[in-house]
């Protein structure tokens, strides 16, 4: 349950996000929208403006008497002027019309004389409410001439905008003024519809793009929700059900397909916990591997110290303490290896590789061991042998100190199980891909015949060597050729009698 909050918060968060974007846009659609209309009306006033400057120059330079008789015969010589527009109007000082363009034909050449004739019935009174409408209408139109002139502002037109018959005007009203004198006023009517289509348009335009969005944006939702954060809610679920030791939920196999990111954090999310797992699974094999080793020593002590105790013989009682002292550095050399083995694991993980020389690294290694009071005693001889079939190098990437830690482990159990003036051989070959290194020793080899078994933490199936071994050596060399994807493999030497060989194979690149 608290996985669905989790995912399905932040697909909320996204949403109110998305809104709170939606609204501005929203508000800013609004002004924007309510700004076009007056801005293309403002346009046209502007238009008008300069007419009725154009008509008052005009008048002012013909000298024209603002009165009908010559403002009729100035509509009729200027009509020029007003072609493209739906009415010009002329009013003097009191509101009343003087000049319109609608009752003057600008165009003399289309006067026909109508040869029509209209029969009325004188019963009927059609033609009587249809004049009583008109009077009123003309009543009407005169007294808001007057209110509209009474109001208006010394310097700015008026405007007026009026739908009628799902047509769309815009009427300019300015003074004519001559000599500093208001003669009367010039109204321009002009039909303006295409500024209700520019706005349909835009309004449109703006609508079908937030749609648009909106539908882009609940897409995305979706995949935002099923293809992102379903997949990070079942990986918490997954940690979660580890944490809670459950097998059974919290799989995440589905997601491990996968080629995008999600799918590599899946993939490291399993590795990291599968390599946890075996951690914990090997700390705990190891803790009872240690507790079985120990009580071996443990009861030999035990059994030593109590015949100890109950012998007066010399010579038994020497034997007896040789046996102490061997299970005391038993169990001494068991718990620091596995204490070292541990430290070792714990820092793998932090260390980082870089490219090394496998040829600098074996022969560091064997100039420390020549020092080596064991190897003086014995008088070991160390023999190193390269190989570059077509020519390859020794390179690899790795940790220089880790793969120290490999030949040394390594050498000291041949030198351990070699003879006197016995000689130990060092194969190193370089390839395409890989490196690798041989160590082969005089010693009595392995007696076991599947040799996969002396790289298992505490194997140790070497008696006479008990006290000097605690069979953590060749488990610690595989961890460590592991971690660096290689391989470890051991035999019996086949070109002599007797003797071991160990071979560490390691990529060159991992």
Do not use: C
């Not at 591997?289 to 059994?303: C, F, V, Y």
């Amino acid at each position: 349950m608290n996985l669905v909050k989790s995912s399905s918060s932040i697909l909320r968060k996204f949403l109110i996000f998305n809104s709170v974007v939606f609204l501005f846009l929203g508000l800013f659609t609004f002004f924007y929208l309510q700004a076009i209309q007056p801005n293309l009306v403002k346009q046209r006033v502007e238009k008008h403006t300069v007419i009725i400057n154009n008509t008052s120059n005009h008048i002012e330079r013909l000298k024209i008497n603002f009165e009908e008789k010559e403002l009729k015969n100035f509509l009729l010589s200027t009509r020029f002027l007003f072609q493209n527009l739906e009415r010009v109007q002329f009013y003097n000082s009191d509101g009343i019309l003087i000049g319109d363009t609608n009752i003057i034909d600008l165009d003399q050449n289309v006067f026909i004389k109508s040869d029509a004739v209209i029969e009325e019935d004188i019963n009927n009174k059609t033609l009587e409410v249809e004049k009583k409408i008109t009077e009123n209408k003309l009543i009407r139109e005169k007294e808001n001439i007057k209110n509209l002139i009474i109001n208006k502002k010394i310097g700015e037109p008026i405007v007026t905008e009026l739908k009628e018959n799902n047509n769309f005007f815009v009427k300019t009203m300015d003074g004519l003024e001559i000599n500093n004198n208001i003669l009367g006023y010039i109204m321009v009517t002009e039909q303006a519809n295409e500024i209700l289509t520019a706005v349909e348009e835009r309004r449109n335009f703006i609508i079908r793009t937030v749609l648009a969005i909106a539908i882009v944006i609940f897409l995305f939702s979706i995949f935002l929700n099923k293809y992102i954060l379903t997949p990070i809610a079942a990986l918490v679920g997954y940690t979660q059900a580890i944490k809670s030791k459950d097998d059974s939920s919290g799989k995440i196999e589905k997601f491990l397909k996968r080629s995008d990111e999600l799918g590599l954090l899946s993939r490291s999310l399993n590795n990291m916990t599968t390599d946890l797992q075996d951690r914990t699974r090997r700390a705990e094999n190891s803790s009872a591997d240690l507790a079985h080793e120990i009580r071996n020593p443990l009861a030999s002590l035990k059994g030593a110290s109590e015949l100890l105790e109950n012998t007066s013989d010399k010579n038994e009682r020497v034997k007896l303490i040789k046996i102490l002292s061997h299970d005391v550095e038993r169990i001494d050399r068991l718990i620091t290896d596995y204490s070292q083995m541990l430290k070792d694991e714990a820092s793998l993980s932090r260390e980082k590789m870089k490219m090394l020389d496998l040829q600098i690294l074996v022969n560091n290694v064997i100039d420390e061991f020549k020092s080596n009071s064991k190897v003086s005693e014995k008088r070991i001889k160390f023999k190193i042998i390269k190989e570059k079939p077509n020519g390859y190098d020794f390179q690899l990437y790795g940790i220089d100190n880790r793969l120290e830690q490999i030949l040394a482990n390594l050498l000291d159990n041949a030198i351990s199980f070699s003879p006197h003036d016995g000689e130990i051989i060092i194969i190193i070959k370089g390839q395409q891909d890989t490196v690798s290194f041989k160590i082969m020793d005089q010693g009595p080899g392995f007696s076991e015949i599947n040799t996969e078994k002396i790289f298992k933490r505490f194997y140790s199936n070497r008696p006479e060597k008990f006290g000097e071994h605690s069979g953590l050596g060749l488990n610690i060399v595989k961890s460590i050729v592991e971690m660096h994807q290689g391989k470890v493999r051991a035999l019996n030497r086949t070109d002599k009698q007797s003797g071991a060989e160990i071979e560490v194979e390691l990529p060159k690149k991992t």
